[in-house]
């Protein structure tokens, strides 16, 4: 449009309003294309907020006030930056109420500075390298997590469990991976 603008200066009057309006119209209407697109963007409701394809794991998370604990806990562990980043991840996301069966006192001491590195552990447990879609958690499967140790699915009765724990809505995307919200925190070994 730079170019547009440009040119038109140097044309002649008639020429110039002409091609300002052209220029005008193009603004207004990739500005309404824009919008419409955002608009538009389908995404998947949790927590109250809908998570959609634009933004990242973090972003979509810090939208859903079903995952308060779950935020506090990611941003206590110093994983913000990772989970942000390119990825791709699969996220099995403990919701408030999941992380309500956990013993208070275990909870409390998990967010304790000094306890980072566990906490890391238990975070990294919920996270697999790559985009992993509910259509491809078969009964059976092994999932390698980024904290080392293997989670087992069991897909039964229409139902898919991670490591124990139901998945609730599964396949809200992120720009950098897929997250599958879950009602139980996962402990590893």
């Keep these: 449009m730079a170019v547009a603008f440009v040119a038109s200066i140097t044309a002649c009057n008639s020429t110039k309003t002409e091609s300002a309006s052209q220029d005008s119209a193009m603004m207004d209407s990739t500005a309404m294309m824009d919008s419409t697109s955002m608009m538009s963007e389908k995404g998947v409701e949790v927590g109250g907020a809908m998570m959609v394809p634009s933004k990242n794991i973090v972003e979509n998370a810090v939208a859903s006030s079903d995952h308060t604990t779950l935020v506090s806990a990611v941003q206590a562990a110093g994983l913000v930056e990772t989970l942000s980043g390119t990825g791709p991840f699969t996220v099995f996301a403990p919701t408030n109420e999941a992380f309500a069966k956990v ?87």
């Design 103 to 189: 013993p208070k006192a275990t909870l409390d001491n998990l967010l304790k500075p000094e306890m980072k590195a566990d906490l890391t552990k238990v975070l990294t447990y919920h996270v697999v390298p790559g985009v992993i879609m509910a259509a491809n958690l078969q009964d059976g499967q092994e999932l390698t997590t980024v904290q080392g140790q293997k989670l087992k699915v069991i897909v039964k009765d229409g139902k898919v469990l991670i490591g124990g724990s139901t998945v609730t809505i599964a396949d809200v995307i992120s720009s950098n991976g897929v997250t599958h919200v879950i009602d139980g925190v996962l402990l590893p070994k």
